[in-house]
């Protein structure tokens, strides 16, 4: 019988996984007695395996369509905190994080069919958005150190360039980092601009070859949005999610992570993970109005929710410690951000760093409660009460208007003194956070997936802000604070999409506000209700946001939209408890809306660069 393998791991991490959840999931057994994961996971196909079966396609079984209880617990929208927020490189999940985790699962799937070191040559295909945008989100790259065997969780960011260029002028790649091949970048690696994969618009295909020629294995991948990776056979139907844990792989990330004796001690263990590698959330949510019921009935916040289904598969030590673990590289990368000593970001626009000034300006104490920073009055103020202009002005232009003229604007409008700077700390601060982050994330440094790369500075910014401003239980807080967010990031996953090559921004920098707007009116003590109405406010007014990076690079309009959205978050949590939480617009009728609109929206307006300022703004 052919092997099945599984062409849908995450990061083979154990604290950072993408994939996606089905419960209560039912295996049948083949006809050979074996368990089949089919439909849910793929093969690759070794072309030499003469004796290869056709697969099959079983249907899980004990589900009844028209089982409310049952159609909850397996079409639900659960998928780990931890997959939903996993730590990467800049600059894109979906172009960089996405694409890495591609490479590493196919070199692995060629050790484990022990056709690796047959391997003589390799031939990378990729397609549509991954192509059109690939340069400046760093796809090659990415690509090829999955390749070699990195993950996006410990890949050394600053041996990603010299590494590359080693490739170029040697000819050569190591592939899982063991196995040399020939490999010419320019010829092997194909950008196929105008051609899409039917499945997904970020697609990719990687095919070996031994020393004859012949075909060895080939595999497509599609890399759906937050470092999730599918291929056509690990595609479910619409709204349906899987999660798995490859106890194979995990065990190798561990070997490779610990001592030989933890090692021998984890082996162990192997038996008893792989039991619970499918199983049904505690307690399953599939839309915004499900979870506001779901926690009125068992008296529970969202957070707590999200807490409960995450101990169905990690110790409670362990969720609070990951969790934890994430804030602590979000926290890090807006600290780098802020004391980068780099003036520019990479690439052809040369756009300056910003962060580092913001935040020097912001540690100055200029904005101080007094306002004592701003200049107090002009020396030839405005005459205020009507009665003339003052004669001494200063004008560097020659003015048109007449006497009579500015008379009619005697007393009409107030002349405002010009201040150094406003007084407005809750913006600067959200603004110089987000901005920190996503300049970090544009130099390919390490950020957190939140839930995508493009929009990292949303979430990171909000919760910072909470933190040292108005949080009196940081520790506790944080947590609460994530899984809310990571709540309102699944629905939206489920319901439409997280991929900016599919939703346009709207389904990035859209969701992260959604996300944080309702993170950040739970820790202020909203009810589930109002914490609903908090993310259907910051996605509404987010519809419809195209994405249009400025050559590819995740730059312009990408940075300052995170600084906007996490502005916007907070505006829409407010808003939203002043209220009682019962509001027109439902969440679910809004993320409706933007999987709507985004199936609606031009090609050219989603991660193309082909529309909007991308084709607007020059480059040189």
Not at 41 to 63: D, F, K, M, V
Not at 325 to 332: F, G, L, S, Y
Request: aromatic share 6%.
């Amino acid at each position: 019988m052919s092997l099945v393998v599984c062409a849908f791991t995450r990061s083979l991490s154990a604290a950072s996984r993408r994939a996606h959840r089905l419960g209560a999931l039912k295996l049948p057994q083949t006809k050979h007695g074996q368990m089949s994961l089919l439909p849910q996971y793929s093969r690759l196909r070794p072309l030499s395996t003469s004796s290869a079966e056709p697969e099959t396609n079983p249907q899980p079984s004990g589900i009844e369509p028209n089982s409310s209880e049952e159609h909850e617990s397996t079409n639900h929208a659960v998928v780990s905190t931890f997959d939903l927020f996993s730590i990467g490189v800049g600059p894109s999940s979906s172009h960089t994080v996405g694409p890495m985790r591609a490479g590493k699962i196919f070199v692995q799937d060629l050790v484990d069919h022990k056709i690796l070191n047959k391997v003589v040559s390799i031939k990378i295909d990729l397609y549509g958005s991954l192509a059109l945008t690939g340069i400046g989100h760093g796809t090659p790259n990415a690509t090829l150190m999955g390749l070699e065997g990195e993950l996006p969780e410990t890949v050394p960011t600053e041996t990603i360039i010299s590494r590359v260029e080693s490739m170029q002028d040697t000819n050569t790649i190591t592939l899982n980092g063991v196995h040399r091949i020939r490999f010419n970048p320019d010829k092997d690696m194909t950008l196929h601009y105008y051609e899409s994969l039917p499945q997904h618009p970020n697609g990719m295909r990687f095919t070996v070859f031994n020393q004859n020629g012949d075909m060895l294995a080939t595999n497509e991948y599609f890399s759906i949005g937050g470092g999730f990776v599918v291929n056509e056979k690990t595609q479910v139907a619409h709204g349906e999610n899987v999660y798995y844990r490859d106890s194979k792989h995990d065990l190798l990330h561990m070997q490779s992570t610990q001592p030989a004796t933890e090692s021998i001690a984890n082996e162990t263990q192997v038996d008893e993970r792989t039991q619970q590698d499918l199983i049904t959330a505690a307690l399953p949510f599939s839309t915004g109005t499900g979870l506001i019921k779901l926690c009125e009935r068992e008296g529970l916040s969202i957070a707590e929710v999200v807490f409960l289904n995450e101990l169905q598969w990690r110790s409670r030590e362990d969720v609070i410690n990951s969790a934890c673990r994430i804030w602590n590289v979000m926290d890090d990368s807006i600290r780098r951000g802020c004391l980068s000593s780099e003036s520019k970001l990479p690439g052809r626009l040369n756009v300056n760093r910003r962060a580092p000034r913001l935040y020097q300006n912001l540690m100055r104490g200029i904005y101080d409660s007094t306002g004592h920073g701003a200049i107090s009055a002009a020396k030839n103020p405005m005459i205020s009460d009507g009665s003339s202009f003052s004669a001494t002005a200063p004008s560097i232009l020659e003015t048109t208007l007449t006497s009579m003229q500015r008379n009619e604007l005697l007393g009409v409008f107030k002349k405002k003194q010009r201040i150094r700077r406003p007084h407005l700390p809750h913006i600067d601060y959200l603004s110089v956070y987000a901005i920190a982050v996503n300049e970090e994330n544009a130099a390919g440094g390490r950020v957190v997936t939140a839930p995508t790369n493009g929009a990292a500075g949303v979430i990171p910014a909000v919760l910072k802000y909470y933190l040292e401003f108005l949080s009196e239980d940081p520790s506790r807080d944080v947590i609460e604070f994530l899984f809310t967010s990571a709540a309102i990031g699944m629905l939206y996953k489920r319901g439409a999409s997280i991929s900016a090559a599919e939703m346009g921004c709207q389904g990035e920098v859209g969701v992260a506000c959604s996300m944080s707007a309702a993170a950040f009116a739970a820790v202020m003590g909203g009810t589930p209700a109002q914490v609903e109405n908090a993310a259907e406010i910051g996605m509404e007014h987010n519809l419809g946001l195209t994405c249009d990076p400025v050559d590819g690079l995740v730059q312009i309009p990408c940075i300052e939209r995170n600084a906007l959205g996490a502005v916007k978050a907070v505006t829409a949590a407010q808003l939203a408890l002043q209220g009682d939480g019962s509001h027109r617009v439902s969440l679910d009728q809004v993320i409706e809306t933007m999987r709507q609109t985004g199936h609606d929206m031009m090609k050219k307006y989603k991660e193309t660069s082909q529309g909007g300022l991308a084709v607007n703004v020059p480059i040189c």
